[in-house]
Nanobody, 120 residues
């Protein structure tokens, strides 16, 4: 199983970026999928995730600015980030909690991080 993330970069405060993450490989079902981030000197934190039933969870700090969507057919999630702030600067990691077969338990998978820098 691989998680391929894309879409990071440098943006000015108030700008927007869109991150994408596609899961590929032997995937039987995905329980939840989303994004975490880690800023220098800080612990990794949840940004947003979508659950199997379609509900989403957001960190309080991004509510109203970030929107997570999911394309089930493509095993892909998209994080639209608007009104970006300097404090959003971090490495963003895609995460999926999935199982590879009917008889296999759920496991966490992580993509390589993508840098998001918000600076003027």
């Amino acid at each position: 199983v691989q998680l391929q993330a894309s879409g990071g970069g440098l943006v000015q405060p108030g700008g927007s970026l869109r991150l994408s993450c596609a899961a590929s490989g032997s995937i039987f079902s995905i329980n939840r999928m989303g994004w975490y981030r880690q800023a220098p000197g800080k612990q990794r934190e949840l940004v947003a995730r979508v659950l199997d039933g379609g509900s989403t969870n957001y960190a309080d700090s991004v509510k109203g600015r970030f929107t997570l969507s999911r394309d089930n057919a493509k095993n892909t999630v998209y994080l639209q980030m608007n009104s970006l702030k300097s404090e959003d600067t971090a490495v963003y990691y895609c995460n999926a909690y999935l199982r590879r077969g009917a008889g296999i338990g759920y496991e966490d998978y992580w993509g390589k991080g993508t840098q998001v820098t918000v600076s003027s």
